[in-house]
C-alpha cells in the first residue's frame, strides 16, 4: 500500500464502529450526519485525523508536533491526544466559516496549549 492508503488503514482500524458503515457504502451514501441528530460524520472524522497526520508530518501550524508531544505526555494515547487536536481543528474550522475567514492557526495552537 502506498502511504496515505497505509494512513487510512491505521485510522480505519482505530475506528471500529466504522467498519459496518465502510462494509457497504452505497447504503450511506445519501445519509445527512447533522449535529442536531447527534451523528458524528464519520467520512468528516476520518478526514480530520487524516489532516492532523498530515499538520504533523509538516510541523504546520508550526509548533503543533511539540503541542502534540506534549499532550501525548499527559494523555499517553496519540488516538485520544488526535480526538483533543480535532476538537480545535473544528473549533477553528467553524469560526472560519462562520466569520468568512482564513483559519486562525494561533487561535488553534491557543486551543491546544489551554488542553494541557
Request: hydrophobic share 35%.
Amino acid at each position: 500500500m502506498e502511504a496515505l492508503e497505509q494512513m487510512v488503514a491505521q485510522i480505519v482500524q482505530q475506528h471500529p464502529e466504522y467498519h459496518s458503515l465502510l462494509a457497504d457504502e452505497e447504503a450511506h451514501l445519501d445519509k445527512d450526519y447533522t449535529p442536531e441528530m447527534g451523528e458524528t460524520n464519520p467520512f468528516l472524522h476520518m478526514s480530520m485525523h487524516i489532516a492532523i497526520a498530515e499538520q504533523l508530518s509538516i510541523d504546520r501550524p508550526a509548533g503543533i508536533k511539540e503541542l502534540y508531544q506534549q499532550l501525548l505526555g499527559k494523555l499517553s494515547d496519540s488516538h485520544t491526544v488526535e480526538h483533543h487536536i480535532m476538537e480545535c481543528l473544528g473549533q477553528m474550522m467553524w469560526q472560519a466559516h462562520r466569520n468568512q475567514a482564513e483559519p486562525d492557526e494561533q487561535q488553534y495552537l491557543e486551543c491546544l496549549r489551554q488542553q494541557l
